[in-house]
């Protein structure tokens, strides 16, 4: 690609503005890939707490000399709404022996199938007095669904008690060779007073295979007796995995109910996780809060839980979220526990950067008095694209960690000289005329 037609697109845009260091709160180093003109780079988490506008005009891009360089800012598609998996009834599972190969004894398992591959009877002979079955595992017929392939069962156990297992999944076409498609996935339902979990959905890779087998993960518990089946194919492909900010706590209230995070910045978060502490099980109701001027409002609300199975300590999911602003975040307790922590998941903002100086360049980030001009980059975008493919992307710098500029002094607005000067002859030209005003109420009527 020829270097000086892009000089030549940064030279029609504007003349190279120089930002000061003191204006800025902090600055981050930039590796620029080598001999690229053009280039973009994520947006670092700590550079949106320190933000002062909820358009990022706050930061900029400068080369060694301080000069601002070209930059167009892209900020990321708000996240598609959640579409439920196409849900198709299956018929429910038949139970078979566990692994043959710990079993004691010996057994034959006889399985008939009709002629389109439908499971007719199950028979378990035992062939000697010494067999005992292990705990069984379920066999499930997908039947027509398996043409195009399902990534999941919803699984409805009979019954309301609580139950916790881990269990393994394995596929095959002919109930002699079986793949393992995924393992240990929780199945679970957990209760405590009023607060009940569920999490009764087990996902996996798309498979096409006819015959699918669940059996307890290795010292899990036995599976519970089910009352409906369904298999669920995603409709759409799985969304970009999004990166994530975690937060601890800065405040507790005296209660221990309230526990206040910061100020979050204009971070374009799409989800929330809440980590609860480490000491047992535990299931918590909760909500989320950001402050908006003197109120603060919902963002979300649910439940958090942590649970044990089987060995390993599960979660509950993110919650889904979309922030009204900058301001802080609180979270509110049913009742009091140890701070947990946030885990936000967010999709950065992205730069593009048109240089038209030297490395080694900075990105500047938060200022009250510093607002940098974007420039329309979709023609030079375009024509890049016309030559190297449409799917060509800008490519992707490093951001180095953060380094204190003026800090919080940055963020406060700085008097202006020429407003207060103007303020103070205004001010005193009224009491000049006052002064006058009062003078002539005072002074006798003059006679005709």
Do not use: C
């Amino acid at each position: 690609m020829n270097r000086l037609t892009f000089v030549l697109i940064g030279a029609l845009t504007a003349l190279p503005a120089l930002a000061a260091d003191e204006d800025f709160a902090l600055a981050f180093p930039i590796t620029a890939p080598e001999g690229e003109p053009l280039f973009a780079l994520d947006l670092p988490p700590e550079a949106y707490a320190t933000l002062t506008t909820p358009d990022l005009r706050d930061l900029v891009v400068v080369d060694a000399q301080g000069r601002e360089q070209a930059i167009s800012l892209h900020r990321p598609p708000p996240p598609p709404p959640p579409r439920e998996p196409l849900a198709i009834d299956l018929p429910l599972p038949i139970p078979v022996p566990g692994d043959a190969a710990t079993t004691p004894g010996t057994l034959a398992l006889h399985v008939r199938r009709d002629p389109d591959g439908r499971l007719g009877a199950i028979d378990l002979r035992t062939v000697d007095a010494g067999a005992n079955a292990m705990p069984p595992e379920w066999l499930i017929d997908v039947g027509a669904a398996a043409r195009e392939g399902v990534d999941g069962l919803r699984l409805t156990p009979d019954g309301t008690d609580d139950f916790r297992t881990l269990v393994d999944v394995r596929g095959s076409d002919d109930l002699v060779q079986w793949q393992t498609l995924q393992t240990a996935l929780p199945l679970l339902r957990a209760s405590n007073g009023d607060r009940a979990i569920e999490r009764l959905d087990l996902r996996f890779a798309r498979t096409t295979h006819r015959y699918l087998a669940l059996r307890p993960a290795s010292n899990a518990a036995p599976l519970p007796t089910l009352r409906q089946l369904v298999a669920l194919r995603r409709q759409h492909a799985d969304a970009a995995p999004l990166s994530t900010l975690a937060l601890e706590a800065q405040g507790v209230s005296e209660d221990g109910r309230t526990i206040d995070y910061g100020r979050l910045g204009p971070l374009p978060v799409q989800q929330v996780e809440v980590r609860l502490s480490a000491g047992g099980d535990g299931i918590v109701g909760i909500q989320l809060e950001q402050q908006s001027g003197d109120r603060w409002l919902p963002l979300a609300a649910g439940t958090a839980w942590r649970i044990a199975i089987g060995g390993e300590t599960l979660g509950s999911p993110p919650l889904s979220m979309s922030p009204h602003g900058p301001g802080p975040l609180r979270l509110k307790l049913a009742r009091a526990l140890p701070p947990p922590r946030l885990v936000l998941g967010y999709a950065p903002d992205r730069v593009v950067v048109l240089t038209s100086g030297e490395p080694p360049f900075r990105l500047l980030a938060g200022s009250a008095r510093h607002r940098h001009v974007a420039t329309p980059m979709g023609d030079a975008l375009a024509a890049v694209r016309q030559r190297q493919g449409e799917d060509w992307q800008p490519p992707l710098a490093a951001v180095g960690p953060a380094q204190p500029l003026a800090g919080a002094s940055a963020l406060a607005p700085k008097a202006d000289g020429g407003r207060i000067a103007l303020w103070l002859v205004l001010g005193l030209g009224a009491l000049v005329v006052g002064g006058l005003a009062w003078r002539l109420l005072r002074s006798p009527t003059a006679e005709a």
